[in-house]
């Protein structure tokens, strides 16, 4: 049997079962009896609900039950509630107000939930679901954060005034604005980081069943983050978490929208025992457009201050989130944690004030991806450097390179007291650029003139900390058959774990790949577990799995000196054996499990821990595009990228992630927006015809290279590599845009670069 290492590039192990069809997708699970769910959702942005007739649909045929909010209270079932309800800085609690299960005496948003229809078929219950009567009071909306907090404007709860969830003033504003004073030049940009819908192949769903003997729950869910979330949703039942069990087996994507609970989650645990049967609910991608989780959605008006030699004196900057009609999972945290994090970048900046500012308003709920907030900090960031170089004439690489914490002043503590442990900032843009081939793109650019279009150079660097909820574990467990499972309470959904995981446990006791079995996606299997969100995944269940390994080491050191009649002192672990030190004697790491088996002293190991320090991958991405003078078409023609992701646990993994994050990043800055009439509240992207993704020939062939610094904040020296492409993408590919327009006087444009933005903002610079 092969042992393949970190650092190996194996084929996903995975991959046979998912193009030979084995795989076990939520809709691919068989339950007997089970009855199909489906919820009806608000037609409007904002009303009051006068009153709701289910007589006929409960008459019609195959219907089981209709559930609205008056039977939830009944049953004592609680809303859902945010996972942060405090200003993690300060400790500030939120103006929040709690998202019912249903919708009782009002709907924020258009596809609230207001009923759920239970019948025997899917189709009964789609016909039911139209039978059902709502007295609906229509309301004036808001869907835009400024208008949200325009005075006057329609309140969305009486918990939040002004419909202001945080109004927060950090930072060193005095020293900011001592420097901007004195400041050599100032440069101002008003940005937009606009909403999107992350759209996972697979939906989100759930299959809820209920076990009276035992009282238990169960629901077999599409979801990133199986142990937090059947907390929050155990709560809304009203029952303890060891009441519930959420399994999650293959699941098809994820992207940040699902990483939390949802309120269906809850319902049809509820209504599955409610009815004494399963019940399947699995949303359409209508629904997935309505009623997912949104990412992004923030502006901000920020200023740079630089001295004459070109120096960063200090960053202001004041930001205006949009949080969609109730602050669902991390909403408030991202606002509070993950933006100021890493504020200022890689870049040495003295001075910071941040103001920012959270409302409510009547869309979806926003919720997280790819580096949700550092993806918004580092946007503000390289599009002030750009509109800095361009204001003063210094040279973009070299205005950044000058700035740049060098790596002799590693580890760096950046303005708001966070520490970064390692990188090689500067030289990684060199070697990108390099890569990129910076030189010849004036060549490039006179090819494009001679064809009539427009060519421009763009790059941004990026940087995000990893490591999400700081709490993992892993158990270890040596089988009579000869193999090891290995229990996580990470999550895999797409990335490779059933190869990668595997690959560090090879590494270190030196059994075949073949034998482990990678166990995740159960919170029976393991007792807790963060999941997949902030690329966590190999950072904290490779560590807890790396010290597990140093336990059984140790226990098997114990049993092999025993076994080899040598002193424990003598024996040494190599290659997966225990060897006696001086001589050829040794015994091979599953036999003495088997050993202490028969004893009654196994290996097996459970370790959990929790982490002080995250991880900080980071990177440098070069763009090229060429436009269409004519019409605004913008065509990404070359992407190059140097990144840092430590370790590689397995290269060609780790590409395909960053390549992923860069298709997503390119998505938003190109081609999708999630856009909202402003008067109706209606969403008008709500389908795949209006609502563009990344295909293939939108997007290049990527040309990615490493330039790892170890990473010192866990043993494997790993970090995490699944979002620096989403962060990147977007202000380097801007960037490259407004690059090829200045010629022509553009000075900015919002929103993604879809042909008729920028073909207007042509007009308008005419």
């Known amino acids: 049997m092969t042992i393949e290492r970190m650092g190996d590039s194996p084929r996903r192990r995975e991959d046979a079962r998912f193009v030979t069809g084995q795989g076990a997708y939520l809709d691919d699970l068989t339950f007997e009896g089970v009855a199909q769910a489906v919820v009806l959702r608000a037609p409007h942005a904002h009303a009051l609900i006068r009153a709701i007739d289910t007589a006929t649909a409960r008459a019609a045929p195959g219907v089981l039950a209709v559930f609205t909010a008056a ?52 189709a009964q219950a789609l016909d039911a679901a139209e039978l059902v009567v709502v007295g609906y009071e229509t309301l004036p909306s808001v869907t835009s954060a400024e208008a949200a907090r325009t005075p006057g404007a329609p309140q969305l709860s009486a918990e939040i005034p002004d419909n202001t969830c945080l109004d927060w003033h950090t930072g060193d504003t005095a020293g900011a604005e001592a420097a901007f004073a004195t400041a050599a030049h100032v440069v101002s940009l008003d940005l937009d980081n606009h909403r999107i819908v992350m759209n996972p192949m697979e939906p989100r769903g759930g299959v809820g069943t209920f076990d009276p003997a035992t009282g238990r729950y169960t629901l077999h869910v599409s979801s990133q983050n199986i142990h937090i979330n059947r907390n929050h949703v155990a709560r809304s039942l009203g029952v303890e978490p060891k009441d519930v069990r959420f399994m999650a087996h293959d699941v098809g994507g994820g992207f940040g929208a699902k990483n939390f609970a949802y309120v269906e989650h809850a319902l049809v645990l509820w209504a599955a025992r409610k009815l004494g049967r399963p019940v399947k609910w699995i949303a359409s991608r209508s629904e997935v457009f309505l009623s997912d989780h949104a990412a ?111 790596p002799e002043a590693m580890p760096m503590t950046n303005a708001f007291g966070f520490e970064v442990d390692s990188g090689r900032f500067a030289d990684s843009l060199d070697r990108a650029l390099a890569r990129a081939d910076r030189a010849g793109f ?220 860069m298709a997503q990043g390119a998505g938003q800055a190109l081609l999708e927006l999630a856009a909202y009439d402003s008067v109706s509240g209606q969403m008008v992207a709500a389908s795949f015809m209006d609502y563009a993704l990344p295909r293939a020939d939108d997007l290049p062939s990527f040309d990615l290279g490493f330039n790892a610094t170890r990473c010192t904040t866990n043993p494997l020296g790993v970090k995490g590599c699944g979002e620096a492409g989403a962060i990147a993408a977007f202000p380097a590919i801007a960037n490259a845009i407004l690059d090829a327009l200045a010629p022509l006087g553009v000075k900015g444009f919002a929103g993604p670069a879809t042909p008729a933005r920028i073909w207007q903002a042509i007009q308008e610079a005419r």
């Open 71 to 122: 039977e939830a209270r009944a049953d004592g079932l609680k809303p859902l509630r945010p996972y942060a309800e405090a200003n993690i800085q300060t400790g500030e609690p939120f103006a929040f107000a709690p998202q019912p299960l249903l919708a009782s005496d009002k709907v924020r948003f258009a596809g609230e939930p207001v009923a759920m229809i239970v019948a025997e078929t899917h």
């Open 296 to 406: 992004r959605d923030m502006q901000a008006r920020a200023s740079l201050a630089l001295d004459s030699k070109g120096r960063f004196l200090a960053l202001k900057i004041a930001s205006l989130a949009n949080l969609g009609a109730y602050m669902a999972g991390a909403g408030g945290g991202v606002q509070t944690f993950q933006y100021i994090h890493l504020q200022g970048s890689v870049y040495r900046i003295p001075s910071i004030a941040l103001h920012v500012v959270a409302v409510v308003s009547n869309t979806a709920p926003i919720g997280v991806t790819r580096g949700p907030g550092f993806a918004e900090a580092i946007n503000i960031v390289e599009r002030l450097i750009d509109a800095a170089a361009e204001r003063t004439g210094f040279d973009r690489a070299e205005l950044r390179q000058w700035n740049m914490v060098p």
């Open 442 to 661: 004036e060549a490039r650019r006179r090819d494009s003139e001679q064809r009539g279009r427009l060519r421009g150079l763009g790059f941004a660097y990026h940087i995000k900390a990893t490591g999400g909820p700081p709490d993992e574990n892993v158990d270890v467990r040596f089988e009579a058959d000869g193999t090891i499972s290995l229990i996580t309470g990470t999550q895999h959904i797409g990335q490779g774990h059933e190869t990668t995981f595997p690959q560090i446990l090879s590494t270190r006791l030196g059994v075949p790949n073949a034998r482990i079995r990678l166990v995740q996606g159960d919170t029976d299997a393991i007792p807790f577990g963060g999941g997949h969100g902030s690329s966590r995944a190999t950072y904290m269940g490779g560590t807890a799995l790396w010290r597990a390994s140093d336990e059984i080491i140790a226990k098997g050191t114990v049993l092999a000196a025993d076994a080899l009649e040598a002193s424990e002192a003598d024996i040494r672990f190599e290659e997966g054996r225990f060897v006696v030190s001086g001589t050829d004697r040794a015994i091979g790491l599953l036999e003495v499990a088997a050993l202490g088996r028969d004893k009654g002293l196994p290996l097996d190991t459970f370790h959990a821990w929790k982490r002080e320090h995250m991880t900080f991958p980071n990177g440098a991405h070069v763009v090229e595009v060429e436009i269409d003078r004519e019409t605004g078409k913008v065509d990404l023609k070359r992407y190059t990228a140097v990144d840092d992701y430590g370790v590689l646990v397995n290269p060609m993994i780790a590409t395909g992630q960053a390549h992923g994050a």
